[in-house]
């Protein structure tokens, strides 16, 4: 009987968490065809489920940076962190976007019948429906930021609070061609620290996950900061975390086996 593989990481630094997953990932995740989707009808080594415990996500660098004896490029560089916040922490949609992450975020359409829901719904503070930073105005729609909401909970009701996640995914995306892959940052204050989250539908391991990470990791700092609370662990999981095909050679040649090695030795 097969059962499914459940694999656990153990990680200090954000490139530890790269290295340790590239590895694993070239010994127990499993390659096949991509039936839909992204790079449809190319292949992908992926893992059944995995959890990824980082301890110190915010020491730097937060970046993987290859050993230069393997003459190779790192997976992401620094300038295309610095493009890739705003998409995460902004409202800001460019021309041809259905949505960015920072836009589920933090600058989410209120319905337009919301102002005849808001007896029936159990968030009643005045100073939330009040604050420009919670809800933003325009002269049609009214906005939500989630993370500011969930900085102004903390600061204000408490730090244990089980409801503060912020989500990405709605049920209308399955009828997107490309559907988020995050769909939502959990969060909790424990032991004075903010704790994240994350989880991922489907994941790209070479480039999309030391990005993504570097880039949550800079949201959670700043929401630290404005909580009042130290920066805390990041614990994300996926079951859909992978390498496609194009990068399998690199991530090899890093792990020093291949794919075809390991699984000989099975």
């Known amino acids: 009987m097969s059962y499914m593989n459940i694999i656990n990481i153990e ?17 127990a995740g ?13 292949k992908r080594l992926e893992f059944d489920y995995i959890t990824i415990h980082i301890k110190r996500p915010g020491e730097k660098p937060l970046l993987p940076q290859i050993p230069s004896q393997y003459n190779l490029p790192d ?15 902004t409202g800001e949609l460019k021309e041809g976007e259905s949505y960015t992450y920072g836009q589920r975020i933090n600058k989410y359409p209120l319905e337009k019948d919301f102002d005849n829901l808001v007896e029936d719904i159990h968030i009643i503070e005045k100073e939330i429906w009040e604050s420009e930073k919670i ?16 900085i102004w909970t903390y600061k204000n009701k408490g730090y244990r609070n089980n409801q503060m996640i912020m989500q990405v995914g709605r049920p209308s995306d399955i009828l997107l061609t490309d559907p988020p892959c995050l769909r939502h940052i959990d969060t909790r204050i424990q032991d004075g620290k903010l704790h994240f989250f994350p989880y991922f539908r489907s994941w790209d391991l070479w480039g999309g996950f030391p990005a993504n990470l570097a880039a949550i990791q800079m949201m959670k700092e700043y929401m630290a900061g404005e909580i009042g609370v130290e920066d805390g662990e990041i614990i994300a999981s996926s079951k859909g975390l992978h390498l496609y095909n194009y990068v399998w050679e690199l991530a ?12 000989k030795g099975q």
């Open 11 to 27: 990680a200090t630094t954000l490139p530890d968490a790269w290295f340790q997953t590239v590895y694993k990932c070239i010994e």
């Open 30 to 42: 499993r390659d096949f065809k991509i039936d839909r989707g992204s790079y449809e009808g190319e």
């Open 75 to 89: 997976p992401v560089n620094d300038d295309y962190i610095t493009d890739y916040v705003p998409y995460l922490m």
């Open 135 to 150: 809800i933003q105005k325009d002269e049609l729609v009214r906005y939500v930021s989630q993370m500011e909401l969930i």
């Open 252 to 263: 090899e040649i890093i792990r020093g086996k291949t794919i075809m090695e390991f699984r």
